[in-house]
């Protein structure tokens, strides 16, 4: 306001008019009388400190209502670390809380993130501990088997460093894959070539041991005629996983760190078989030669006089072999076409995310003291449960908002080995859902996991798994369409938690203007909408400080002045002359049911039908729906449906993948043609792809698992393994070619497999024994490893067995 000099100093102006305290309100002017008497507001109104409008609440267990807050991790953060962050700063702000208060956190994703990482940890090591023993066993060596383990740790540093570098975090997707027998396979042929040949040299068979020198000589040897194997297997290996870093949307953010993880595994196991090995092999393995049979050279006896029996009638009846092969690929190929699809095998996250619905226009009292009742009926008759949070409709910042009749409830569950009411959380979910329709009647439910809930709300809008969308124009119309498809949802097996969304059915006042009355009076629509805002929900009209904190200065009519419609009525109106009148000279009012919301997507109205999937794979349970709504609903023009959720997102993966499978074939084939410079030999190995895709199949439908993305990675990391063991024996038939030692074709094959069933059987073994601990885990997270592991275990056996027969 200005200022002015005195006494040499600068004096400045400050009026003071801001209100500081709430007393001071009461003692303003409001008006005045005729005779000029102040009225103020303490004598027409009460002044007093209330809360504003709440649209949500948060209630935990049975103490009632509490003040939530949610931490959000920006894009790319690592969880882990965000959240041990967290849990300091809130130690940091316990210490200044007011006596009795407290910060509880009730759903915290590192029991989930400790889960998983343990799954994977434990796989891994266990996977570790089976390859060194089939190598050791098979090698017969027990330095030959710790030098190939070896690569084991190195290949994983060298991958670790890799991923820090790359920003890839350790996660139950980049860390699910690593199959350390596949990592080593290179390895294993180079080093079991060394010991065939210094077992199998006449040169050596009357000497006891031979020199540095010598043993340098075989190491190199040794290492030079496998090199073309060795490599090749393993760049295929590495190549093959390229197109899964094609795969776009969720798929590709789930799946693009594995196949990175893998590839810079890879990449290491191949630089360490390069130089490593050959390097450690001619330094530590034994430099005797006269070699004594072990169990390990007893075994491969007879396993070698068997098959060499069994290949021999296998030669004779080549045609019949052939046309077998053929037939159970055609079977394979039949039962993959029948076979039932998900996207994602669904994660057991180890807490429940509960979507509760009320009737529509369900005030928040009610839904509050409902939802409260649920909760601690829940609380009470199942042991499994920690403790139950529920969040109500919409907070002061709507991050995730909902109606007031609805809210999600967090059931954070004890660890499953303490659970006693079920054995599975699809069989807890049920058991629950009843307790909630005896407790609350007519209260819909839709149990999932908290990630999952999340997941599913931000591909499609809408919570459950599966999203049917009607599309059309009239919403009674849209109504009565999604009433049918519910109906029609709720027969078919394996729908759970069926969610109608209601698009009319919401009781409200209208007000209807009359136009003409208005014009007698001199009253805009703005007016008189402005008068009706202030006296229900409350106008603005200031601010008070107090301290550092600020209110908010509300307007309203008293509770009393609002408790009906007839309150809505009598509302009284300012003219323009300055008279008031009651609202119902100038208008209807009227409560009557009108739209609850309107949705659009695509500038279309649209309303969805959803359901979660429960014992029953996404693919067939869309399919069986898609065919019933066919011959059960006939849509006007205009009015369509589509399905969405997770059936959407398979849909459009599989197409993806349809895509990444040729060019992953391609590059296999075009890396074999490149090896063995021939057509021809590059077909003979290639065979090994449809063979191996028998047994991955098969396994699938053994282990009762529906096709998902998980299990097409799967294949497309078996076709890279499978052709390993056709490269060692395409090698072999040529360099006993080469040499001119045999040259009748049969002789060839009888000698080249005989020699090289060792390393045949042994990167087959390793390769998919490394996956078993994944294919029969049980842990958080295994779920997602499983259909990989199986298909990747069940068609390297039938790609080995098959191989060996029907490739010579």
């Known amino acids: 306001a200005g200022y002015r000099g005195l006494d040499g100093s600068l004096r400045r102006f400050c009026l003071a008019a801001a209100l500081g305290h709430r007393p001071a309100l009461g003692d303003l002017a409001a008006g005045y009388t005729q005779a000029g008497t102040p009225v103020l507001v303490k004598n027409i109104a009460e002044v007093k400190l209330a809360a504003a409008i709440r649209y949500g609440a948060l209630t935990t267990d049975d103490r009632g209502e509490a003040v939530g807050g949610i931490v959000m991790m920006l894009k790319g953060e690592n969880a882990s670390n965000v959240?041990?962050?967290?849990?300091?700063?809130?130690?940091?702000?316990?210490?200044?809380?007011?006596?009795?208060?407290?910060?509880?956190?009730?759903?915290?994703?590192?029991?989930?993130?400790?889960?998983?990482?343990?799954?994977?940890?434990?796989?891994?090591?266990?996977?570790?501990?089976?390859?060194?023993?089939?190598?050791?066993?098979?090698?017969?060596?027990?330095?030959?088997?710790?030098?190939?383990?070896?690569?084991?740790?190195?290949?994983?540093?060298?991958?670790?460093?890799?991923?820090?570098?790359?920003?890839?975090?350790?996660?139950?997707?980049?860390?699910?894959?690593?199959?350390?027998?596949?990592?080593?396979?290179?390895?294993?042929?180079?080093?079991?070539?060394?010991?065939?040949?210094?077992?199998?040299?006449?040169?050596?068979?009357?000497?006891?041991?031979?020199?540095?020198?010598?043993?340098?000589?075989?190491?190199?040897?040794?290492?030079?005629?496998?090199?073309?194997?060795a490599?090749?297997?393993?760049?295929?290996?590495?190549?093959?996983?390229?197109?899964?870093?094609?795969?776009?949307?969720?798929?590709?953010?789930?799946?693009?760190?594995?196949?990175?993880?893998?590839?810079?595994?890879?990449?290491?196991?191949?630089?360490?078989?390069?130089?490593?090995?050959?390097?450690v092999s001619a330094l530590f393995i034994s430099k005797k030669v006269n070699h004594q049979p072990n169990i390990s050279d007893r075994i491969m006896t007879r396993l070698e006089a068997g098959y060499q029996k069994l290949l021999s009638r296998a030669l004779i009846f080549r045609k019949g072999i052939i046309a077998v092969a053929i037939v159970l690929f055609s079977l394979a190929v039949l039962l993959f076409t029948r076979m039932g699809g998900e996207f994602i095998p669904?994660?057991?996250?180890?807490?429940?995310?509960?979507?509760?619905?009320?009737?529509?226009?369900?005030?928040?009292?009610?839904?509050?003291?409902?939802?409260?009742?649920?909760?601690?009926?829940?609380?009470?008759?199942?042991?499994?449960?920690?403790?139950?949070?529920?969040?109500?409709?919409?907070?002061?910042?709507?991050?995730?908002?909902?109606?007031?009749?609805?809210?999600?409830?967090?059931i954070v569950l004890k660890n499953k080995s303490e659970w006693t009411s079920a054995a599975s959380f699809s069989e807890l979910a049920e058991k629950m859902a009843a307790t909630v329709q005896e407790v609350a009647p007519g209260v819909t439910t839709g149990f999932q996991f908290p990630v999952q809930m999340r997941f599913n709300e931000l591909m499609t809008g809408a919570k459950q798994d599966v999203v049917c969308k009607i599309y059309g124009e009239n919403l009674d119309k849209l109504a009565q369409y999604a009433d049918q498809l519910g109906a029609i949802s709720h027969s078919v097996k394996g729908t759970a938690d069926l969610y109608v969304e209601k698009v009319t059915g919401m009781p409200q006042i209208v007000i209807d203007y009359n136009w003409a009355e208005m014009a007698k009076y001199g009253l805009y629509v703005q007016d008189i909408n402005r008068t009706v805002n202030a006296a229900?929900?409350?106008?603005?009209?200031?601010?008070?400080?107090?301290?550092?904190?600020?209110?908010?200065?509300?307007?309203?009519?008293?509770?009393?002045?609002?408790?009906?419609?007839?309150?809505?009525?009598?509302?009284?109106?300012?003219?323009?002359?300055?008279?008031?009148?009651?609202?119902?000279?100038?208008?209807?009012?009227?409560?009557?049911?009108?739209?609850?919301?309107i949705q659009r997507e695509d500038a279309k109205r649209r309303i969805i039908v959803g359901f979660n999937v429960r014992g029953r794979d996404v693919q067939s349970i869309v399919n069986e729906l898609q065919q019933k709504v066919s011959t059960q609903i006939k849509f006007d023009p205009g009015y369509y449906v589509t399905y969405g959720g997770a059936f959407e997102n398979l849909q459009q993966a599989k197409s993806r993948l349809a895509v990444a499978v040729p060019v992953a074939l391609l590059l296999i084939f075009g890396l074999l043609y490149f090896a063995f410079r021939s057509f021809k030999e590059g077909i003979i190995i290639f065979t090994a792809i449809p063979l191996s895709a028998i047994g991955g199949v098969f396994a699938l439908i053994l282990r009762d698992m529906p096709f998902s993305i998980s299990a097409g990675v799967g294949f497309i990391a078996l076709f890279g393994v499978a052709v390993l063991n056709g490269i060692v024996l395409i090698s072999e038939f040529n360099r006993i070619q080469k040499q001119g030692e045999i040259s009748d074709p049969l002789l060839l094959i009888m000698t080249g497999t005989k020699n090289r069933l060792r390393p045949v059987l042994m990167t087959a073994a390793v390769a998919s024994l490394g996956f078993l601990p994944m294919a029969l885990s049980n842990g958080a997270g295994a779920e997602v490893q499983r259909p990989l592991a199986t298909v990747v275990i069940g068609g390297l056996l039938t790609a080995t067995l098959l191989t060996l027969f029907v490739l010579p």
């Not at 294993?188 to 010598?214: C, F, G, M, N, P």
């Not at 009393?560 to 419609?565: A, C, L, M, S």
């Open 346 to 410: 669904q994660l057991e996250e180890g807490d429940f995310a509960v979507e509760t619905r009320l009737l529509l226009g369900t005030n928040l009292t009610t839904t509050t003291e409902t939802i409260q009742k649920i909760s601690v009926a829940l609380k009470e008759r199942y042991p499994e449960v920690n403790r139950v949070v529920s969040r109500i409709g919409s907070a002061e910042i709507p991050t995730d908002p909902m109606p007031i009749e609805g809210g999600d409830m967090i």
């Open 231 to 279: 490599v090749f297997g393993q760049i295929i290996i590495l190549i093959v996983y390229l197109p899964i870093l094609s795969l776009q949307g969720i798929e590709g953010k789930m799946f693009k760190p594995m196949a990175q993880t893998v590839a810079f595994a890879i990449l290491g196991a191949f630089i360490l078989s390069l130089t490593y090995v050959p390097m």
């Open 536 to 597: 229900f929900a409350g106008a603005v009209a200031g601010n008070i400080y107090e301290g550092e904190k600020r209110f908010d200065l509300v307007v309203r009519v008293d509770a009393t002045g609002r408790k009906d419609i007839n309150d809505v009525r009598n509302l009284l109106v300012a003219t323009a002359s300055g008279a008031q009148i009651p609202l119902y000279q100038v208008a209807s009012v009227q409560e009557v049911e009108g739209p609850n919301q």
């Open 83 to 229: 959240i041990d962050n967290v849990k300091n700063k809130v130690s940091e702000i316990e210490k200044i809380l007011p006596e009795g208060l407290t910060i509880e956190p009730f759903l915290d994703r590192t029991k989930m993130v400790d889960n998983a990482i343990g799954t994977v940890e434990k796989n891994l090591i266990e996977g570790a501990l089976i390859v060194v023993l089939v190598l050791v066993l098979f090698l017969g060596n027990l330095r030959a088997g710790l030098i190939v383990a070896s690569v084991i740790p190195l290949s994983m540093l060298f991958a670790i460093c890799m991923m820090n570098a790359f920003g890839v975090s350790g996660n139950l997707m980049s860390l699910g894959a690593l199959d350390f027998g596949l990592i080593v396979d290179g390895a294993v042929i180079i080093v079991e070539a060394l010991l065939h040949h210094l077992h199998s040299e006449k040169k050596y068979q009357l000497r006891t041991d031979i020199s540095q020198q010598e043993m340098d000589r075989e190491v190199t040897g040794s290492a030079s005629r496998m090199m073309n194997a």
